[in-house]
């Protein structure tokens, strides 16, 4: 069963807690990608990766970390320096030169 | 129904009409486009894409049409279902190979299908 997982679907947070989203992708594709979405708007580009051990900041970067030790894997880690964590995270993927694909979010609660 | 102007958040229409969702980009060197479908508490879905040496593109029901001239893009969604109830977003993004760099992203448009 191909595709992209994000988990966990639903994860609530006390104030100054870090916390990490997992996104895994089976689908031998070599870009990955982090949004976050707010309510009513569309989507801003947090960090991205095109390749294993490397990876860029995106528009909104601050207060977040990544890693890409693995081709599948993309987990983004929202620090207690983000200053309005709450939000509907999205992971995506494509091949380099194709459409991406967007997994079906987590949406984190700072409580 | 057609929706007008940059920002409007809802669009009704009647089942079986046919549905134009305007989206202006705000990049003129934008090269490749893409219409997203997005249900309540899920991701994103691709529904059909265009680049810049196109400025029309036809998929199932669907058609992407592309004005490079006043920067606008549309996407028309012919007999609307009820299961197109959904927001609509365009993104876009300087990287003709896709969105290598990641994609930026409208405000989207609230498709309603009225019975």
């Known amino acids: 069963d191909g595709g992209i997982t994000q988990s966990p679907k639903y994860l609530f947070r006390k104030e100054g807690q870090n916390v990490t989203l997992s996104c895994e992708q089976n689908?031998?594709?070599?870009?990955m990608y982090w949004y976050r979405q707010d309510p009513g708007q569309g989507l801003r580009l947090i960090y991205y990766?095109?390749?294993?051990?490397?990876?860029q900041k995106g528009d909104i970067a601050e207060g977040y970390s990544v890693s890409r030790e693995k081709k599948e894997s993309f987990p983004l880690t929202v620090t207690s320096a983000q200053k309005n964590p709450t939000a509907f995270y999205l992971c995506?993927?494509?091949?380099?030169?194709?459409?991406?694909?967007f997994g079906p979010g987590t949406r984190l609660t700072v409580l | 129904g057609e929706s007008v102007g940059l920002h409007l958040p809802t669009l009704s229409v009647q089942e079986g009409d046919n549905s134009i969702i305007n989206c202006a980009y705000s990049?003129?060197?934008?090269?490749?486009f893409i219409w997203y479908k997005q249900e309540s508490g899920k991701g994103p879905q691709f529904i059909i894409d265009?680049?810049?040496?196109?400025d029309k593109r036809q998929g199932q029901r669907v058609t992407v049409l592309l004005n490079k001239t006043v920067k606008h893009l549309s996407l028309q969604i012919a007999a609307t279902q009820p299961g197109d109830s959904a927001v609509y977003f365009c993104?876009?993004?300087?990287?003709?190979?896709?969105?290598?760099?990641?994609?930026?992203f409208g405000k989207g448009t609230h498709l309603i299908i009225q019975p």
């Open positions: 995506a993927s494509s091949m380099v030169s194709d459409t991406q694909y």
């Open positions: 689908l031998n594709h070599d870009a």
């Open positions: 990766s095109q390749i294993v051990n490397d990876f």
């Open positions: 990049n003129s060197a934008s090269d490749y």
């Open positions: 265009i680049r810049s040496n196109m």
């Open positions: 993104a876009e993004t300087l990287d003709s190979g896709g969105g290598a760099d990641g994609l930026t």
